[in-house]
């Protein structure tokens, strides 16, 4: 594991008990890397994995990286001292969105599962940006292979889904609240952030019968 330290941290405020997923969102590693140790940008994240799979620690574990912004989940709003955050070098929705290398996915499982073994993080809690700031951000993103990480035994899918018949607005906004999300946030984006996370073939913030059945399989 290479060190790059980063200036943008302090102190955490709570323990750790979540791990925030991201893509960097940079056209290359270099550019990545320079602006999560840049002190002018105030962004980090604690690791930072290139496409071909080489882990680069930026801040210490102990320590709050920068790396969530303005976000929420499950009732706590200070997600960056929650949370360790892993980058995934990749180009993101702005510079040519691809799909993530074999070896970079296979490094992350490996560093995730070295992280686990250090911090009491369930499943349900092993999240991406844009479940923790739905409309914000849209990172990992549909093409990041939730389902395969889950099956690595990193977070939960939903393989049983539980196809009744839907309900209305108001019950689907007490369901996804009581999973995590913001109830602040329009429905509209936390709709699209689940899609992204747990239904990445149907990505349009509308709820179809398998939106349902996958949430009410994950409660």
Not at 34 to 47: G, I, Q
Not at 140 to 160: K, N, T, V
Not at 198 to 206: A, L, M, R, T
């Amino acid at each position: 594991m290479k060190q790059a330290p980063s200036p943008n941290f302090d102190t955490r405020q709570c323990a750790i008990d979540m791990l925030v997923l991201h893509y960097t969102g940079r056209p290359s590693f270099e550019e990545s890397l320079e602006w999560l140790t840049s002190p002018d940008k105030k962004v980090s994240s604690h690791y930072l994995i290139s496409e071909a799979g080489e882990v680069t620690r930026l801040v210490a574990e102990d320590q709050r990286a920068w790396h969530a912004g303005t976000a929420y989940w499950a009732g706590e709003s200070d997600i960056n001292s929650a949370s360790i955050g892993i980058e995934l070098q990749n180009s993101g929705h702005e510079f040519g969105y691809r799909r993530f290398p074999k070896t970079q996915l296979e490094s992350l499982a490996g560093l995730v599962r070295d992280v686990l073994s250090r911090h009491d993080i369930p499943g349900n809690r092993i999240l991406g940006h844009s479940d923790v700031a739905p409309g914000r951000k849209q990172d990992p993103g549909e093409l990041f292979p939730w389902r395969w990480l889950a099956g690595e035994g990193i977070g939960i899918w939903p393989d049983a889904p539980d196809l009744s018949a839907p309900g209305n607005e108001t019950l689907l906004r007490e369901k996804l609240t009581q999973f995590g999300y913001d109830p602040e946030a329009p429905l509209l984006d936390v709709v699209t952030a689940f899609q992204r996370h747990w239904q990445p073939e149907k990505v349009d913030g509308i709820a179809d019968q398998v939106t349902w059945g996958r949430l009410k399989a994950l409660l």
